[in-house]
């Protein structure tokens, strides 16, 4: 499994700077989703409608994940584009 992730993070600092921020970006949307579905949660006893809340923090958690998943496509499909591009040159 150590290989494996080693292998990963190889493979990532290969990856271009368009590729790589497409990642980050999907990454960093993601915690901001966490951040604010854990608010919503806590101050859910506070809100004048509790339910609001508690659809807020679902939403987000739902959110959450599929959000990483876009970055993570995006950022491939990126770097499979701007591999192409420099394989054709090199051909």
């Known amino acids: 499994m150590h290989l494996k992730i080693r292998k990963f993070l190889?493979?990532?600092?290969e990856m271009g700077p368009y590729p790589k921020l497409a990642i980050?970006?999907?990454a960093g949307v993601m915690l901001v989703f966490?951040?604010?579905?854990?608010?919503?949660l806590?101050?859910?006893p506070y809100v004048p409608n509790y339910f609001h809340a508690i659809t807020l923090?679902?939403?987000?958690?739902?959110?959450?994940?599929?959000?990483?998943?876009a970055g993570v496509c995006g950022g491939l499909l990126g770097d499979l584009m701007l591999g192409r591009d420099k394989q054709n040159k090199d051909d």
């Open 57 to 69: 923090y679902r939403g987000c958690m739902e959110a959450a994940p599929a959000s990483f998943a």
């Open 10 to 13: 190889d493979l990532f600092r």
């Open 24 to 26: 980050k970006l999907g």
């Open 34 to 40: 966490y951040i604010v579905g854990v608010i919503s």
């Open 42 to 44: 806590l101050s859910a």
